[in-house]
């Protein structure tokens, strides 16, 4: 159960991340801060 | 650029769920050793390789967590290492994850369920011990002649209690 809960957490948080708003957001103030 | 919604949120998950994470996980370690202190005879299930195998899985699972609250703070923040952070956090949690459940189920819980039956058997002989009360050789310990004045005395409840014919 709490297995399944983490890896649902997981699985998440990757899809999240790997969104093109995300990926934009982040490369936009990387370039910013260099 | 206007930080994703999704991304503070996440951000402030991991942090929460992290710091949940490590004060069970170390609250967790400290209680096999307080069992160990408090009751020896439960203490003896955590030896060897149970005992190695129960604290160094939490303690692995800490760095994973160490890593979650990193994360969790970079994209609170948003900088870019707690994205690439949590990315391999995840990867490597759900790896972890597999790993600490298999090692648990397969081996740490018989290993345990096993000392706790050979623990059981060996602490009370092999058989119920009477308790230390019991006096094994009084035949009447136990016997008492009904009057609730104890073993019997030669007199019994109807001595105690008035005939019909008394006042």
Partial sequence: MGLAMALGYQITFLVLMNRDEVKLFFTARQGTVS | MEMPKN??????????????????????VAGIFLMKELSPDMGKVYTGAVLAASVALPMVGLITKAMMLFSGIGLVRGQAFGRSLGIIWAWSSMFYGVIAA????????????EASMNNSSSASGGAAAPPAWVDAD?????????????PRDGAGLSDHLPGPDEP
Avoid at chain 2, 7 to 28: D, K, P, Q, T
């Fill in chain 2, 7 to 28: 991304v503070r949120i996440l951000g402030v998950l991991n942090i929460v769920l992290a710091s949940v994470g490590i004060f069970f996980s170390l609250v967790g």
């Fill in chain 2, 138 to 150: 009084d035949p009447n310990q136990f016997h008492g002649d009904g009057d609730g004045d104890g």
């Fill in chain 2, 102 to 113: 298999a090692i648990n189920s397969f081996f740490v819980s018989p290993a345990a369920m």
